[in-house]
């Protein structure tokens, strides 16, 4: 999988697949904004994908091959 580069929290870049999939709104289609200060407890550094309006879509690990 390919991974675009972004800077994350504490200017440590972090990385996300190019596809435009995780970041489209399921409901209205819309593109989903980066908010890494929604964090999901236990499951260390992730990323949401939020809508302005329906919430967050998806959660990315830019580090999973990492692991
Ligand atoms: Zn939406």
Known sequence: ??????????GVPVRVPTSDDYRTCSECGGDCYPDP???VEGQGARI???CSEHGV???VDPFEEQR
């Open 37 to 39: 200060s929604i964090t």
């Open 48 to 50: 949401a994908f939020v």
């Open 1 to 10: 999988m390919e991974y675009d580069e972004l800077d994350g929290p504490e």
């Open 57 to 59: 879509q998806s959660v």
